[in-house]
């Protein structure tokens, strides 16, 4: 991040409702953060600003992670402060100034339908993905969370911050061509999913690709590895490389019949995150039906209404 500093005035405010969701997550969140230094140790608000002078806290807020019981953590850097003299830290910031390549839906479909009969793929994801990048410590104050009454500085990249994926990029896009330089490839990646295909002149193996950067410390998830395979899963999409097709996984398909089932429910009343969600859901699903798109304006409006 650029070296500017963010805050010109001491604010610290509540955390979002959602955090209640989980307390002990959150609090167990934080002690394994510190224990990296991705956080600083706990202050009382009194004690931060005698030491740093002004800082400022987002509010913490908990988003459930898909088709699983566990959360994530998301600092709240878009909030709408209502005080005239301070704007959420997002509105200063430009995302337009830190581009990154994207494996997007469309250009996965374009290079499966590139390869030939027999080729493989496999995935490999960067564990931490933003927390593996450092703020610069004159925007750290900028940066906090206040939590049980206690202060936190934030000292890395963090969901929630508008640069944070074209912050990481910097180094996303320098593996890609590393690999490609290397022998590897094609690949496409979303953020810190690498897709990797496997032709059939190659010879390398996940250990070999592992190694190539385990030198510059490239931290690789062996929990999320998925080994070569004709079928593949990446952006939550099943790609079955010898017949060129996409399919939504079965344990997806089935959460959005239960979720929409519910829905259809009568006297079913449904809150802003429930709308946004299966709005969300909906939209990812219509890459693989964009004639469906149109029908979704509505839900669109309605999520809008809250």
Known sequence: MASKPLLLTLYYFKNHSSSNLNPLFISSYLVSEEAISCYSRVYSPEELESLISLFCTSPIRLVPKPNSSKFCMIQDLSYLRDHPSISPINADINPDKYPTAWGIFEATAQLVLSLLLGSQAATFNISATY????????????????????????????????????VFRCVADMLVDIYIASGFGPLVKWVDNFFMIYLLEYSWTKHNFLELTVSIGVPWSIEKLQSLSTIQQYIRFDWHLDSKEVSIPLDKLGHIHTLLSIWLQPGFKMTAHDTSSLHGKLIHILSIYPSLRPFLCLLALFSGKF
């Open 131 to 166: 927390r593996i990048m450092p703020v610069h410590p004159n925007q750290q104050n900028s940066l906090c969370i206040l939590w049980e009454g206690k202060v936190q500085v934030d000292q890395a990249v963090m969901f929630g911050l508008a640069l944070s994926a074209g």
